[in-house]
């Protein structure tokens, strides 16, 4: 069933099926009853457990009693045959009569034990024959998704045990394949694919996040330290001597086997900025991380350094603009046009940009082109939470993400904003916000929410307060631990003991799901799966925060745009 007939599946009965209005059924127009013709008569109201009159239902029992009240009696001989109940796959199910039903309100009820969590239709078809030779004037359809089996599906575990468990099944994700734990990363590169689909198609954001994951899994020994400098060096050394480079930026995608630019759209086939910021933040980590003396170690800081020191951040000021430029093509040139400006996912571009040794911005580029004059700000309040910066009810979840892998918030400011009063702020509005579930998506709760760029039953989308279409992807709620410690627990043990039979897999938890279709995600992505296990991290340690900020460079960067660090 496509996700379109899933999603409003009464769609289909838009012509010629009666849908109700108020407590009675709209009917289409029919001709006027002619000598010979029948009299009709019709369904007045139905119920399905006590919800009343709703053509798609969420949340109904798995037993669940249906009332259908028509306005005339009904051939109690014949009503099986015209009145029917399918399951997703439109398979015919039986149906009983209750014992409380009349000739003109019949009591109907499954015979057997309906699925959890599956989309069921009643359909009364037109023509069911009621006394007097009267017949039903229109078909009807009522449609409805069970209740979630709210079982646990894993034996309980401590907090502690369970987020420890989702570490190292996420990494997975990013291990190479000939690892111990076997894992996804590119076998000729070790660079980390785009998706868990992607064959030969690797992401330079996705890359910089997956080293930075690897980091979290040396600490937890969950590989060893030779091992993971082993994986991050090839990665490294592939990006240094085979990948094609555009003013030392990276573009978007890259063939993990060849090194060549994958293009991301038709005039984006060159360098993406804040994604060569991404993979920078991973390398700097990295090389923070293996600080020994050992050889290895050594080379692999010389490369890190080669590659960062490479990046021409002026560059992409576009001749001297006040403003960074995300893109830049040696076919298209600035074809693109799309300024990096805030709030986004992208202030780790502009603070790497001011921290570069070699091609490093001046403030007047962070204040006019990332904060706009101040026009970054917002102040407004949502869900009862003062917001700082950014979009109305702060967008999606990921631009509380991205930048803060490895920019530690806690304590830091600068003249628009307090970083972790932004964060915080911007989580509690998107937790609210669900916990409201003003569109009234089924599922949508305090253990199930979180809305941010993911995969949907359409593709992929960016899912936020203002663009809210049901789906949720765990990742928002799992990686905003560290600012709702306690909401973000309570998703993760939703996600895992009462959804973990549709949700957890090899590499963690599926990237998203709507429980309105219902529709769960069979993929995982990397930008989604990384910050699960960085921020879980951070927030138990604060281990990619303190290797990040670590950086001299980094410090510098931050004092010179106006950054105060407590």
Known sequence: MSYLLNRRICVFILLGIGLLEGISCKKSQHEPVQQDQPQ?????????????????????SRLPVIRLHFDHPVDRQQMFTYIQLYDHQHRLLPLQLLHQSNDSVLFLSPTDSLQALSVYQLVVMKGLPGAGNALLDNTYAMNWITVIDSTDKFPRISDSALLTFIEQQTLRYFLDPASTAGGLAHPVSGLIRERSTSGDLCT????????????????RNFISRADGLNQISRIVHFLAHTCTRYH???????????????????????????????????????RQYFHSADTAEQVLRQQIDSLWYGVEWTWFQQNGKSVLYWHWSPDHGWAMQVPVQGWNEALITYVLAASSPTFAIDKKVYDSGWARNGAIRNGQSYEGITLPLGPAFGGPLFFAHYSFLGLDPHGLSDAYADYWTQNVAHAEINYRYCVDNPLHFNGYSAACWGLTASDDPSGYAVHSPASDN?????????????YLPDASMQAIHFYYYTLGDHLWGAYGFADAFDLSVPWFDDQYLAIDQAPQIILIENYRSGLLWRLFMSCPEVQQGLIKLGFTVH
């Open 204 to 219: 330079t954001g996705g890359t910089g996040f997956g080293i930075m994951a690897i980091l979290a899994g040396i600490e």
């Open 248 to 286: 030392g930026a990276f573009s978007h995608w890259i063939n993990g086997s060849t090194g060549a630019t994958i293009p991301f759209s038709a005039l984006d086939d060159g360098a993406d900025l804040v994604e060569t910021s991404y993979l920078m933040m991973g390398l700097l980590c990295a």
């Open 40 to 60: 009709v008569f019709h369904l007045q109201s139905f119920q399905i457990d006590q919800q009343q009159n709703v053509y798609q239902a969420f949340q109904v």
């Open 470 to 482: 049901g789906v949720i992807a765990p990742t928002a709620a799992v990686a905003s631990l560290p």
